[in-house]
T-cell receptor, first 115, second 113 residues
Framework: DTEVTQTPKHLVMGMTNKKSLKCEQH?????MYWYKQKAKKPPELMFV???????INESVPSRFSPECPNSSLLNLHLHALQPEDSALYLC??????????????FGDGTRLSIL | TQLLEQSPQFLSIQEGENLTVYCNSS?????LQWYRQEPGEGPVLLVT?????EVKKLKRLTFQFGDARKDSSLHITAAQPGDTGLYLC?????????????FGKGTKLSVKP
């Protein structure tokens, strides 16, 4: 069982819907990440939060809006998505780097399909 | 341009065979991590290598970090069907943003009984 929990596991939504993906970890990690993974491709970094502040935004379209309400939770709000946004969305957490990269622990992802 | 080149992309072998997966770059990395991902699941961390020349063993898996910290390899001895999965190397580029992991394209390994 993964220590990073993502809900829902599957989500089907229309292009006009608003939905949110949720991620939770209780390992005391203070860095959390959102990745997008298309089929047969590696994960691509979207956002990084460090100490609940957004530290990296990899030029992600504004229809994806991240939120980190506290050190254990990370949300990804979705609005007006396009069919090409269909993918596996992975959340990960780690300790902040402090000069050396820390291993990231991944959830099992939310499989998102846009109709 | 792919910053981390993984090879081979696909590998299908019989149970009991040995194999090596390579992860190469022209850039220096502060560390490299190896993950295994199975269908419908997130990547699971196998190992982190930090020091140039470092060798780490995890049962039948041996990981090596190149002396110059630009490349890494994963060697599996006597592969088992349970080793089947997508193997991903990922690194944080030296001097890059912390937490900005760069992934290789992965090696899809199939071990047939």
């Amino acid at each position: 069982d993964t220590e990073v929990t993502q809900t829902p596991k599957h989500l089907v939504m229309g292009m006009t819907n608003k939905k949110s993906l949720k991620c939770e970890q209780h390992m005391g990690h203070r860095a959390m990440y959102w990745y997008k993974q298309k089929a047969k491709k590696p994960p691509e970094l979207m956002f990084v939060y460090s100490y609940e502040k957004l530290s990296i935004n990899e030029s992600v379209p504004s229809r994806f809006s991240p939120e980190c309400p506290n050190s254990s939770l990370l949300n990804l709000h979705l609005h007006a998505l396009q069919p090409e946004d269909s993918a596996l969305y992975l959340c990960a957490s780690s300790q902040p780097g402090q000069g050396i990269s820390q291993p990231q622990h991944f959830g099992d992802g939310t499989r998102l399909s846009i109709l | 341009t792919q910053l981390l080149e993984q090879s081979p992309q696909f590998l299908s072998i019989q149970e009991g065979e040995n194999l090596t997966v390579y992860c190469n770059s022209s850039s220096v990395f502060s560390s490299l991590q190896w993950y295994r991902q199975e269908p419908g699941e997130g990547p699971v961390l196998l190992v982190t290598v930090v020091t140039g020349g470092e060798v780490k063993k995890l049962k039948r898996l041996t990981f090596q970090f190149g002396d110059a910290r630009k490349d890494s390899s994963l060697h599996i001895t006597a592969a088992q069907p349970g080793d089947t999965g997508l193997y991903l190397c990922a690194g944080e580029r030296y001097g890059g943003s912390q937490g900005n992991l760069i992934f290789g394209k992965g090696t899809k390994l199939s071990v047939k009984p």
